[in-house]
């Protein structure tokens, strides 16, 4: 019987929902972070789904809450940081002040938790990190009118290279997935009209990140999954 555990932070949000059922589906027991005072709907019930609220800004309350997981369940074996932000701006409208903003939401957030997991997974040598990059952070032609939220973005893919390196040799893998435009009902709204048939589904990305934990993908080191679809 499947005995393992992951986290999957912003768990209300659309990926993030996707992301927990998806994992519930295939047995994991799920810990999935919210904000205080959530106004997202996250109505889930499932007897392996446990909702926790953290401020992941906190680096004290990321880590009290990894080592709490890893108290209860003995492993984590899945991480899926989903909790990010998004602001335009070109250079000449855009102050630290906001780059800041943006690398505290984009990258601090991952990076809170992404950390004391991976230094549980290097403990029990295994397990699968799973950031969220963008576009605009991939590259730097995308990234054009959204400097701040590119900047914070680009940090990721640094991020899961040095992470990478440090655990060579072992059973631990980061990998940064990167979406095209996400069919969500919010996207739907800013872009009525736009070719919806070229974005990706939540469940898609949720999907691929599974497939990632695999033994079948057990072989896989590539640390940029492009999960684009047609956009």
Same mark, same amino acid.
């Given at each position: 019987?499947?005995?393992?555990?992951?986290?999957?932070?912003?768990?209300?949000? %659309?990926?993030?929902?996707? !992301?927990?059922?998806?994992?519930?589906?295939?047995?994991?027991?799920?810990?999935?972070?919210?904000?205080?005072?959530?106004?997202?709907?996250?109505?889930?019930?499932?007897?392996?789904?446990?909702?926790?609220?953290?401020?992941?800004?906190?680096?004290?309350?990321?880590?009290?809450?990894?080592?709490?997981?890893?108290?209860? +369940?003995? *492993?984590?074996?899945?991480? !899926?940081?989903?909790?990010?932000?998004?602001?335009?701006?070109?250079?000449?409208?855009?102050?630290?002040?906001?780059? +800041?903003?943006?690398?505290?939401?984009?990258?601090?957030?991952?990076?809170?938790?992404?950390?004391?997991?991976?230094?549980?997974?290097?403990?029990?040598?295994?397990?699968?990190?799973?950031?969220?990059?963008?576009?605009?952070?991939?590259?730097?032609?995308?990234?054009?009118?959204?400097?701040?939220?590119?900047?914070?973005?680009?940090?990721?893919?640094?991020?899961?290279?040095?992470?990478?390196?440090?655990?060579?040799?072992?059973?631990?893998?980061?990998?940064?997935?990167?979406?095209?435009?996400?069919?969500?009902?919010?996207?739907?709204?800013?872009?009525?009209?736009?070719?919806?048939?070229?974005?990706?589904?939540?469940?898609?990305?949720?999907?691929?990140?599974?497939?990632?934990? *695999?033994?079948?993908?057990?072989?896989?080191?590539?640390?940029?999954?492009?999960? +684009? %679809?047609?956009?």
């Amino acid at each position: 019987m499947l005995n393992k555990t992951a986290i999957v932070t912003g768990a209300s949000g %659309n990926m993030g929902q996707a !992301v927990v059922k998806k994992f519930l589906a295939e047995g994991y027991n799920v810990v999935g972070t919210i904000v205080p005072n959530d106004p997202a709907p996250f109505d889930i019930a499932d007897d392996k789904l446990e909702k926790v609220v953290v401020d992941l800004m906190s680096e004290d309350d990321a880590e009290k809450f990894v080592h709490n997981v890893v108290t209860k +369940y003995g *492993t984590v074996d899945a991480v !899926v940081a989903t909790v990010g932000g998004f602001a335009m701006g070109t250079v000449a409208n855009t102050k630290t002040s906001d780059i +800041y903003k943006q690398y505290k939401l984009n990258f601090e957030t991952a990076y809170n938790v992404a950390r004391p997991a991976f230094v549980q997974m290097l403990e029990q040598k295994s397990g699968r990190i799973f950031l969220i990059g963008s576009k605009p952070g991939l590259s730097a032609v995308n990234g054009k009118g959204m400097i701040a939220y590119g900047l914070g973005k680009s940090l990721i893919f640094r991020l899961a290279e040095l992470m990478n390196a440090e655990a060579k040799g072992t059973g631990v893998v980061t990998s940064v997935v990167v979406p095209s435009t996400i069919d969500t009902p919010q996207n739907r709204k800013a872009m009525p009209d736009a070719d919806v048939s070229a974005w990706v589904k939540p469940e898609a990305i949720a999907a691929a990140i599974y497939f990632y934990c *695999t033994p079948d993908a057990a072989v896989l080191r590539e640390p940029v999954i492009k999960v +684009y %679809n047609n956009g």
